[in-house]
Structure formats: C-alpha cells, structure tokens
C-alpha cells in the first residue's frame, strides 16, 4: 500500500513523495525428500521515497525501505541518486556532458539458502549477523565523445563467501572494495 504525493509539475525540483508500508511473506522448503523443513518469513515494512529535476540540468531520486516487525527487523536500505547535465558542445547541442553520483546503504539478513541449505553433497544450517554495505559512486559520461568513467568505493561488512570445499561463511572483518572503469 503506498500514496503518491504530486502536487506539482514532473519537471519540479520536488516532482513526487512516496510513502508506503507492505509486508514481505517468503515461504522456503529444504531437505531431504523424506523430511523436508518448510519455513515462512514475514516482515513488515516502511518505506518512503522522492524525486525531482530543475529542466533537463538536474535530476534526484533518494529510496528508503525499513522492516519493522517480523523476521526481518531492522533490515534497512538508503539509495540516492542525483545526476547533472551540461550542454557545452557547440555543434552537438542536444549532446550532454553527465556527472552523476550515486549513495547507497544496506543492512540485510542474509538469504534464506545461505543460511538453509541441503543437498546431495552439501547442507548446512548457519546464524550469520547481518551483512552491511556502504557505497558511494561518481560517473563522468561524455556521449558526444563516447567517453564513459566511473569509480567507486564500498565498505562490505560480515560479507558472506564461498570457500575452497563450496560451504558459505562469514567475514567478521570489514573488507573495502575500489572500482574504477574508463
């Protein structure tokens, strides 16, 4: 269930509010045929959003979804996202030189099967902590000269993994992460 406030023009610097509450029901199954554990996850949540853009030189979005009940309390994620546009190409008007950045902050359960899973080599049954992630992005896009860059910088924490023998575990240590692309 959400409401959409816009009372005012899609070309607005605020162009439209989301607010909305939901609830998330996953039904899961794992085992051998002869017993299998059937699991359901519930959780509710909250969630609230805004965009906008001044003419075709800025744009905004920003999402923020928080559980607040059920089996997934306190799982949160923050996305932002601006974008600005500059028209400097004397013969290429309609041509835009694109700087974006972008935000973004997670802290989530791990999946069910990384924590449930049996097969016929391998099973398990874990209790990880929750897996955070921060990243921040920035993008120089130049189509006119068919120019693309971008870097970024992200902090995983408790970061699941797979191993040397295929079984997932757990990183307590906070790992960095630097991308980079031209």
């Not at 906008?52 to 744009?59: A, M």
Request: net charge positive.
């Amino acid at each position: 269930l959400f409401l959409r406030l816009q009372p005012w023009s899609s070309q607005s610097i605020v162009s439209s509010i989301d607010v909305g509450i939901g609830d998330r029901l996953m039904m899961y199954g794992y085992g051998p045929k002869t017993e299998v554990r059937k699991t359901t996850e519930n959780s509710f949540f909250l969630y609230a959003g805004a965009k906008g853009q001044f003419r075709q030189y800025l744009s905004w979005d920003a999402l923020m979804h928080y559980n607040i009940l059920g089996d997934r309390i306190g799982d949160f994620d923050i996305n932002a996202n601006v974008l600005f546009n500059t028209y400097p190409f004397r013969k290429a008007r309609k041509s835009p030189l694109s700087i974006s950045a972008s935000f973004s902050q997670t802290l989530k359960e791990p999946n069910f099967y990384q924590e449930h899973f049996y097969s016929n080599h391998y099973a398990w049954d874990n209790n990880f902590k929750k897996v955070s992630t921060t990243r921040i992005e920035g993008r120089l896009d130049i189509p006119h000269w068919k120019l693309d860059a971008s870097v970024g910088y992200a902090i995983l924490g408790n970061g699941t993994f797979y191993d040397n023998c295929g079984y997932i575990r757990q990183k307590e240590n906070a790992v960095s992460i630097i991308t980079a692309s031209l």
